[in-house]
């Protein structure tokens, strides 16, 4: 009877929660990954070709079999050096809270690389998996808050290594206008994993863009805010940065999708006047530009 109520409860959490491991998870990642190689070969990342086959089993291997929050960032370990590449210089671009603009800024790996683009962001974006006792967990994996550890294991992993991998200058977007939360936390993925992990004298500098809904208020600017809290954890890990409120091609990009705004047709005509642009964008009219950008997320994994 009680094995009964347990089965109709977890039956429940299931529905609720709605998601276990991926379908086809196989299928995906290693369709993923040999596309990758084959077809996509994005331009700015380099390294010999990977067996997929021993990805697939590495990967599985660090998860399956055990409990869904029984998973440390070490199970994950040979996956991350087998799969991991090189960033072409001044290339690597972070982001926090700022998923679909930052991704549409480095336009798949074109202008920027993000973790996503990379091969280890590439082949399981946006996939959820989680193992059980019997293997791997078809119809339930918890909330990524609800196992801490495990819950960070891969992401985690996955964002140290590709800090590991940049050079020269890199460059990092966050949201200015975000309600309730700041641009720059000490719980981001880029405070606990990505700046520590960055390699000295090999990066020479951090570039911060600080982008902010065109209709909703500025609440932090590179000057005051988080931003300075970011700053001083930069220079105290030794790198200089610079910072741009709103820079001029971001804000461009953003009004394709929005170009009717009457915001972004006053940008367009002044956009060489930059104190004019300025008063354009603090007038903040109504129409939601950086909203939809945010609906995307990964899951088990807490930008
Ligand atoms: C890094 O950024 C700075 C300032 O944005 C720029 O002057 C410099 O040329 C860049 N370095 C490289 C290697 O691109
Ligand atoms: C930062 O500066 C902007 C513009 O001057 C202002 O609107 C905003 O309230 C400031 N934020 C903080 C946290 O001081």
Request: hydrophobic residues 40%.
């Amino acid at each position: 009877m009680v094995s009964l109520h347990i089965v109709i409860q977890l039956a429940l959490i299931a529905l609720v929660a709605g998601s276990g491991t991926t379908p086809h998870i196989r299928e995906i990642f290693l369709g993923r990954c040999w596309a990758y190689q084959e077809v996509i070969k994005p331009q700015h990342l380099h390294s010999d070709v990977k067996n997929c086959e021993l990805l697939w089993d590495m990967f599985v291997t660090a998860f399956s079999n055990k409990g869904p929050c029984d998973v440390t960032s070490q199970e994950y370990a040979p996956f991350m050096s087998q799969a991991s590449q090189e960033i072409a210089r001044n290339k690597a671009m972070f982001w926090s809270g700022t998923y679909q603009i930052a991704h549409q800024f480095a336009e798949n790996g074109k202008r920027f690389v993000t973790l996503e683009d990379t091969l280890i962001g590439y082949i399981v974006n946006s996939v959820t998996w989680c193992g059980d006792n019997a293997g791997i967990n078809y119809m339930y994996c918890p909330p990524w808050y609800e196992c801490a550890e495990a819950g960070t294991a891969f992401w985690g992993s996955a964002s140290s290594e590709f800090a590991s991998s940049a050079r020269g200058n890199i460059t990092i977007v966050l949201d200015g206008s975000r309600d309730g939360k700041p641009a720059y936390s000490k719980d981001s993925y880029f405070a606990k994993f990505e700046l520590p992990a960055l390699r000295l004298p090999d990066v020479t500098r951090v570039n911060i863009l600080l982008v902010h809904d065109i209709d909703k208020p500025r609440r932090e600017m590179c000057d005051n805010g988080s931003l300075l809290s970011l700053q001083d954890d930069i220079a105290a890990r030794g790198l200089k940065s610079t910072c741009v409120d709103d820079p001029d091609t971001v804000i461009h990009l953003m009004c394709v999708d929005d170009p009717e705004s009457r915001e972004c047709q006053l940008v367009h005509k002044m956009a060489h006047n930059s104190q004019q642009k300025e008063a354009i964008l603090n007038a903040r009219p109504k129409r939601s530009v950086v909203n939809k950008f945010d609906r995307l997320h990964r899951n088990m994994h807490p930008f």
